[in-house]
């Protein structure tokens, strides 16, 4: 079970680790330690060492990860309800319902998603709630589309027509026959969307859209690290590594569920 | 020495031993037929000798000489590029959609390493399997063909390269009753012609009747009976093939003891169904035109056609799960609205029982739950002690135990799940069960139990049947007036035993002659 399942126990790992660092490091993660600033790695106290202003390496990357997490499941909460919500109505309402409501998911995919959540940042300004919305707006066409497609299948199936002949109400129906028979389909791509979410938000970041300092994610801890990797690849390698492990974990996990429900 | 040889034969997967002591023999020129029900290893023993399915055989496997069991892959791949063809049940998924009719059976002919047929030689080979206009169809894609005309193509493929020995795994189970009867008749002829010897695999005993010389009847992996197919249909030695024979319906049978029907209670007047035709083209399918059929209180009326014939989309028109587009249906001389506007004292009159019936009962749902759900909706008023006792007392009228409620769907054979999907058909005590090819997906044992069920059911309620179906024999078993449909229209009808004796209609011969 764990060896089958070590991609998501990883994930896990590195949740717990994030969550629970800070109530033992001594530091946090936006103090700076003016006797030990650019120290090296593995010099007490400072693990990992410092950055360029003598804040704890090991402290950021566990902030930086908390956030970028949190960023992800939020939006992929999002792009969960609004995607069932959208697909499961077009799909199940049929004809020019259906049209309608997909013409206007294939018209928000053709839209750069770049720039609307750089539009977005300039109108409302930065703030985290703002990232989770833009994400979460965006990444819900994929989950819409899936769920319309499945909701179109079920709906020929013959245990949903003796279910309307039982004179079970439409909206009964939806509730009780089809998305529980959806859930796993669901759930496997909210599983593919939490690892492109992260990366998302990663972009966002590092072009300097995300999160405002000194809060920070891993998206911004790379970037850091890229202005300074001549001097400290540590400070590169270390948050870079973190995201393609949790990027790679989420992903195979995501994609051995899909697997098991399509 | 016969042609192919299978003695003591045993099948293992994953461990488990799913065939055991399995011989017989096939004959050049002859047709052994393996008759079975699901899971009864017949399609594993005809496939696996061959490596053509997950598991691993041991015995003896002769064809022509070579011993497949202790052959090498080289000798076992000239095996089956050589000496054997093969035709399969699916003919949809048998041939491959991007290439042409003419390139799939190029391929076939140079498998066993003969020169590259002239394209004069493909047409002859299209013709000789019964397809008109061979040069043409060369050039076609799979999915231009009908699935008689794909089966066709699929065996001109499996004797290109005049092999010894055919298998064919339920080659014509996909298709509709008429077409089966051509496609045996082609078998037969080409089996004579080439001096085939073939391998037959069928569920349904009625369809090998008169094509297989030899006869092996299996049932959970192991041989029950074999010998010549006559010997065995006149006096079955063992007591599973008496009870198969018993269960497979035929036309010259005994007629069934039927009650005497009442009143008018549905009817259909002019009633059409039409469907706008898929993706951007414009028109419409007119799948049902102008049908007019009725049925009497404790009737049976069986709806019989070929596939396409608009049988099924009629039966979702009267149990309101189906749109209609023009007519009226009446009950008790009452209109009936249509889909949407059913109320519960509506709904309750008429309930539908499907074809599939694994599909038929939602996997998530629990038996009890999947049993009470019309209650719930069609009796509000009752409580929950009631309800469970009343899903009991169906589950009872089914001949299923209580413990079956509490289990899963995914957890049911066909046969019991099935008796679900009539369980909760029957418990709100409708007039009319609308079935829609109710036992055609069953194995012909189980099926025969379900008709026996559904004419209990009649005999203890008075309920009136709508049985609609492509196999005559089978509707013969429980229904006193026949509809025969074709292309949306009701061609023919009356009383079932006169129907039979007298077809009128060209389609009413075909039906009546295949079963």
């Given at each position: 079970?764990?060896k089958?399942?070590?991609?998501?126990?990883?994930?896990?790992?590195?949740?717990a680790l994030?969550?629970?660092?800070?109530?033992?490091l001594?530091w946090?993660?936006?103090?700076?330690?003016?006797?030990?600033?650019?120290?090296?790695?593995?010099?007490e106290?400072?693990?990992?060492g410092t950055?360029?202003?003598g804040?704890?390496?090991?402290?950021?990357?566990?902030?930086?990860t908390?956030?970028?997490?949190?960023?992800?499941m939020?939006a992929?909460?999002?792009?969960?309800?609004?995607?069932i919500?959208?697909g499961a109505?077009a799909g199940?309402?049929g004809?020019?319902v259906?049209?309608?409501?997909?013409?206007i998911?294939d018209?928000?995919?053709a839209?750069?998603?770049?720039?609307?959540?750089?539009?977005?940042m300039?109108?409302?300004?930065?703030s985290?709630?703002?990232?989770f919305?833009?994400?979460?707006?965006?990444?819900?066409?994929?989950?819409?589309?899936?769920?319309?497609?499945?909701v179109?299948?079920?709906?020929?199936?013959?245990f949903?027509?003796?279910?309307?002949?039982?004179?079970?109400?439409?909206?009964?129906?939806?509730?009780?026959?089809?998305?529980p028979?959806?859930?796993g389909?669901a759930?496997?791509?909210l599983?593919?969307?939490?690892?492109?979410?992260?990366?998302?938000?990663?972009?966002?970041?590092?072009?300097?859209?995300?999160?405002?300092?000194p809060?920070?994610?891993?998206?911004i801890l790379?970037?850091?690290?890229?202005?300074?990797?001549?001097?400290?690849?540590?400070?590169?390698?270390?948050?870079?590594g973190?995201?393609?492990?949790?990027?790679?974990?989420?992903?195979?996990?995501?994609?051995?569920?899909?697997?098991?429900?399509? | 020495?016969?042609?192919?040889?299978?003695?003591?034969l045993?099948?293992?997967?994953?461990?488990?031993?799913?065939?055991?002591n399995?011989s017989?023999t096939?004959?050049?020129?002859?047709c052994?037929?393996i008759?079975?029900?699901s899971g009864?290893?017949k399609?594993?023993?005809?496939l696996?000798?061959f490596?053509?399915?997950?598991g691993?055989?041991s015995?003896?496997?002769?064809?022509?000489?070579?011993?497949?069991a202790s052959a090498?892959?080289?000798?076992l791949?000239?095996?089956?590029s050589?000496?054997?063809?093969?035709?399969?049940?699916?003919?949809?998924?048998a041939l491959?959609?991007?290439?042409t009719v003419?390139?799939?059976l190029?391929?076939?002919a140079?498998?066993?390493g003969?020169?590259?047929?002239?394209?004069k030689?493909?047409?002859?080979?299209?013709e000789r399997?019964?397809l008109?206009?061979?040069?043409?169809?060369?050039?076609?894609?799979?999915?231009?063909?009908?699935?008689?005309?794909?089966?066709r193509?699929?065996?001109?493929?499996?004797?290109?390269h005049h092999?010894?020995?055919l298998?064919?795994?339920e080659?014509?189970?996909?298709?509709?009753?008429s077409?089966?009867?051509e496609?045996?008749d082609?078998l037969d002829?080409?089996?004579?012609?080439h001096?085939?010897?073939?391998?037959?695999?069928?569920?349904?005993?009625?369809?090998v009747?008169?094509?297989?010389?030899?006869?092996?009847?299996m049932?959970k992996?192991r041989?029950?009976?074999?010998?010549a197919?006559?010997?065995?249909i006149t006096?079955p030695a063992?007591?599973?093939?008496?009870?198969l024979?018993?269960?497979?319906?035929?036309?010259d049978?005994?007629?069934?003891?039927?009650?005497q029907?009442?009143?008018?209670?549905?009817?259909?007047?002019?009633?059409?169904?039409?469907?706008?035709?898929?993706?951007w083209?414009?028109?419409?399918i007119?799948?049902v035109v102008?049908?007019d059929?009725?049925?009497?209180?404790?009737e049976?009326?069986a709806?019989v056609?070929?596939s396409?014939?608009?049988?099924?989309?009629?039966?979702?028109a009267i149990?309101g799960?189906?749109?209609?587009t023009s007519?009226?249906?009446?009950?008790?001389?009452?209109?009936?609205?249509g889909?949407?506007?059913?109320?519960?004292?509506?709904?309750?009159?008429?309930?539908p029982?499907?074809?599939?019936?694994v599909?038929?009962l939602?996997?998530q749902?629990?038996?009890?739950?999947i049993?009470?759900e019309?209650?719930?909706?069609?009796?509000p008023g009752?409580?929950?002690?009631?309800?469970?006792e009343?899903?009991?007392?169906?589950?009872?009228?089914?001949?299923l135990?209580?413990?079956?409620?509490?289990?899963?769907?995914?957890?049911?054979?066909g046969?019991q799940?099935?008796?679900?999907a009539i369980?909760?058909?029957?418990?709100?005590?409708?007039?009319?069960?609308?079935l829609?090819?109710?036992?055609?997906?069953?194995?012909p044992l189980?099926?025969?139990?379900?008709?026996?069920?559904l004419?209990?059911?009649q005999?203890?309620?008075?309920?009136?049947?709508l049985?609609?179906?492509?196999?005559?024999?089978a509707?013969r078993?429980?229904?006193?007036?026949?509809?025969?449909?074709?292309?949306?229209?009701?061609?023919?009808?009356?009383?079932?035993?006169?129907v039979?004796e007298?077809?009128?209609?060209?389609?009413?011969?075909?039906?009546?002659?295949a079963?």
């Amino acid at each position: 079970m764990l060896k089958r399942h070590l991609p998501l126990a990883l994930v896990l790992l590195i949740a717990a680790l994030a969550l629970l660092l800070p109530f033992f490091l001594p530091w946090s993660y936006d103090q700076i330690d003016w006797d030990a600033v650019r120290a090296p790695a593995f010099s007490e106290p400072h693990i990992f060492g410092t950055d360029d202003i003598g804040r704890d390496r090991l402290a950021r990357l566990a902030a930086g990860t908390r956030i970028t997490l949190l960023v992800a499941m939020a939006a992929a909460l999002v792009s969960l309800v609004v995607g069932i919500a959208w697909g499961a109505t077009a799909g199940w309402i049929g004809g020019k319902v259906d049209e309608l409501m997909m013409r206007i998911v294939d018209g928000l995919y053709a839209l750069p998603f770049m720039f609307i959540v750089i539009l977005l940042m300039v109108v409302f300004g930065r703030s985290i709630l703002l990232v989770f919305v833009g994400i979460g707006l965006v990444e819900w066409l994929t989950m819409a589309r899936v769920v319309r497609g499945q909701v179109m299948a079920l709906k020929q199936r013959p245990f949903i027509l003796a279910a309307e002949a039982a004179g079970t109400p439409s909206t009964t129906i939806v509730l009780r026959h089809i998305l529980p028979n959806i859930a796993g389909v669901a759930l496997a791509y909210l599983m593919l969307t939490v690892p492109q979410v992260v990366m998302v938000e990663s972009f966002l970041s590092f072009l300097g859209l995300g999160v405002q300092e000194p809060l920070t994610s891993l998206g911004i801890l790379v970037k850091e690290g890229a202005d300074d990797m001549d001097m400290a690849p540590l400070g590169l390698l270390l948050p870079g590594g973190l995201l393609v492990l949790i990027l790679v974990c989420l992903t195979i996990e995501g994609e051995r569920l899909r697997d098991r429900f399509s | 020495m016969s042609l192919y040889e299978i003695d003591q034969l045993a099948v293992e997967i994953a461990g488990k031993r799913l065939v055991q002591n399995v011989s017989l023999t096939v004959e050049a020129g002859q047709c052994t037929a393996i008759i079975g029900g699901s899971g009864s290893g017949k399609s594993l023993t005809c496939l696996t000798p061959f490596g053509l399915s997950p598991g691993i055989a041991s015995g003896a496997m002769i064809l022509d000489g070579i011993d497949l069991a202790s052959a090498d892959h080289q000798q076992l791949r000239n095996a089956r590029s050589r000496l054997t063809g093969f035709v399969f049940q699916q003919p949809q998924t048998a041939l491959t959609p991007h290439l042409t009719v003419g390139s799939q059976l190029q391929e076939a002919a140079m498998q066993a390493g003969s020169p590259r047929p002239s394209r004069k030689e493909l047409a002859l080979m299209l013709e000789r399997v019964g397809l008109t206009r061979a040069d043409e169809r060369l050039d076609q894609f799979p999915h231009r063909l009908s699935g008689g005309e794909r089966q066709r193509v699929m065996i001109a493929a499996a004797i290109a390269h005049h092999p010894k020995l055919l298998i064919a795994d339920e080659p014509t189970s996909a298709l509709d009753a008429s077409l089966r009867a051509e496609i045996m008749d082609l078998l037969d002829e080409l089996r004579a012609e080439h001096q085939l010897g073939m391998l037959l695999v069928s569920h349904d005993l009625a369809s090998v009747e008169g094509h297989a010389d030899q006869l092996v009847v299996m049932a959970k992996g192991r041989l029950v009976e074999k010998g010549a197919t006559r010997t065995i249909i006149t006096r079955p030695a063992k007591d599973y093939t008496r009870r198969l024979i018993a269960a497979t319906p035929r036309l010259d049978e005994a007629p069934p003891k039927l009650g005497q029907p009442g009143e008018p209670l549905l009817e259909t007047v002019d009633v059409g169904v039409e469907f706008p035709r898929p993706g951007w083209r414009s028109g419409k399918i007119r799948a049902v035109v102008n049908a007019d059929i009725m049925i009497r209180q404790g009737e049976s009326l069986a709806l019989v056609g070929g596939s396409g014939s608009g049988k099924s989309t009629l039966g979702r028109a009267i149990a309101g799960i189906g749109p209609v587009t023009s007519g009226e249906i009446r009950w008790q001389g009452a209109p009936l609205p249509g889909r949407r506007q059913r109320n519960l004292a509506m709904r309750q009159l008429i309930q539908p029982v499907f074809q599939d019936p694994v599909a038929s009962l939602d996997p998530q749902w629990r038996v009890e739950d999947i049993v009470s759900e019309p209650l719930r909706n069609l009796r509000p008023g009752l409580i929950a002690v009631d309800r469970s006792e009343m899903a009991r007392q169906a589950m009872l009228e089914v001949d299923l135990t209580e413990d079956f409620l509490s289990r899963s769907p995914a957890s049911l054979s066909g046969g019991q799940a099935q008796r679900v999907a009539i369980a909760r058909a029957v418990i709100a005590a409708p007039q009319l069960l609308v079935l829609d090819e109710a036992t055609s997906a069953l194995d012909p044992l189980v099926g025969a139990e379900i008709l026996d069920l559904l004419l209990r059911l009649q005999a203890d309620n008075g309920l009136s049947l709508l049985f609609i179906t492509h196999d005559v024999a089978a509707a013969r078993r429980i229904c006193h007036r026949i509809a025969v449909m074709e292309e949306g229209r009701i061609v023919e009808s009356g009383a079932m035993q006169a129907v039979i004796e007298h077809p009128k209609h060209p389609a009413t011969q075909r039906l009546v002659a295949a079963s």
